[in-house]
């Protein structure tokens, strides 16, 4: 759990606020998600067309249910990316609650991105593996994500 999101849950018992169950903080957790995608698609310094497309494509089969939601959660995370560029920040503000599953799609859906232009950059293979170790996966696991054999990479030792 992050530390505004224990901070929060404090407040709520304390003075009967609303929880961390608040859609505020999954809007947060969402956005973050997003910008991390933003962050890897921005890593060579060249945002193509068909990363664009990729990352709108991902983001609304997983985040959105519209194309139009998907290119404004975009927007906004693109922004929220701006004001943060770090991606530890971002991988906290999403918590450390979550589960293997959801952050091995991320992961995977970070290496789809990376992809995207049918190279994959030094620069942008050096930030998925960054991103890979911040989720909490180890060097197998970033690599099994890379190859995309499907679902979440295997726990950590």
Known sequence: MTLLARLRAYAADAFGLAGPSDPADMADERLAAIALLVHV???DGILAPVETERLARLVEGRFAATRAEAEALIARAAAFDAQTRDMAAL???????ADREARGRLLAMAWSVAAADG???EFEEALVWRLGRLLGFDDAAI?????GEGGAPPATT
């Open 143 to 147: 690599g099994l994500a890379r190859a």
């Open 119 to 121: 190279r994959v950059h």
């Open 91 to 97: 991988v906290e503000v999403m918590g450390h609650d």
């Open 41 to 43: 698609a921005r890593a």
